[in-house]
């Protein structure tokens, strides 16, 4: 079993920043980020692997923007958002697979935190 609870949501300015932390127990392989807004598919962000730290963005939206990192001695991973914008509005979601490989596929993960809301104000 892997247990993620994600932090550090908030209402934010456009053009402000945001760092998401998702704390983890368990040996997940690979911790992603997802995030959903009410009515639409849940949609892959970005995933890293535990031990190589190899990361892959699936957003075209947020690329150069969002960047996901672990500590490596902390089981810990974070998701660093510069200029938000209205459009990044949404539940972002941590989720872990016990897979070696990043995927963007919410079907491809086993285990999910509960969210934490980003609100990005105009």
């Known amino acids: 079993q892997v247990q993620l609870r994600e932090s550090g949501g908030e209402l934010v300015h456009a053009g402000g920043s945001l760092r998401l932390s998702c704390t983890f127990a368990g040996v997940p392989g690979v911790i992603a980020w997802f995030r959903q807004v009410p009515g639409t598919e849940r949609e892959g962000v970005s995933c890293i692997t535990k031990n190589d730290g190899d990361t892959s963005d699936y957003l075209d939206s947020v690329k150069g923007r969002f960047t996901i990192s672990k500590e490596r001695l902390r089981n810990l991973v974070y998701l660093q958002m510069n200029s938000l914008k209205p459009e990044d509005t949404a539940v972002y979601y941590c989720?872990?697979?016990?897979?070696?490989?990043?995927?963007?596929?919410?079907?491809?993960?086993?285990?999910w935190g509960k969210g934490t809301q980003v609100t990005v104000s105009s």
């Open positions: 989720a872990a697979t016990r897979k070696s490989y990043c995927s963007g596929l919410s079907s491809e993960y086993d285990f």
